[in-house]
């Protein structure tokens, strides 16, 4: 445990930034997983949908320093082209 009351103040901050970033993390998988969900599902439009909530949550969660620009990019990139294949296999 920490002496130092800068130290102390530090290891407050540190828990409560782990806090948030394990909640932004979650609500990041959330919506991964939603678009992922849908695209079982088939229904074109959900799956539209729900990629278009979850690219703005992708995009903060690079902003807010969670993830690397690069992997939030390949997310992108990877659902949807799952998105196109499940349209081109439907149509």
Do not use: C
Not at 12 to 18: L, T, V
Not at 29 to 36: A, D, E, G, S
Not at 56 to 78: E, F
Request: without cysteine; positive net charge; proline residues 1%.
């Amino acid at each position: 445990m920490a002496n130092i009351a800068s130290a102390k103040k530090r290891a407050r901050q540190a828990e409560k930034h782990r806090d948030r970033n394990v909640a932004q993390r979650s609500k990041l998988r959330t919506h991964i997983k939603k678009v992922l969900n849908a695209i079982e599902s088939g229904e074109l439009e959900k799956v539209q949908a729900s990629f278009r909530e979850a690219v703005p949550v992708i995009d903060s969660a690079v902003s807010k320093g969670l993830i690397h620009k690069n992997k939030a990019a390949r997310t992108k990139s990877r659902l949807n082209a799952r998105i196109k294949a499940m349209a081109m296999t439907a149509a």
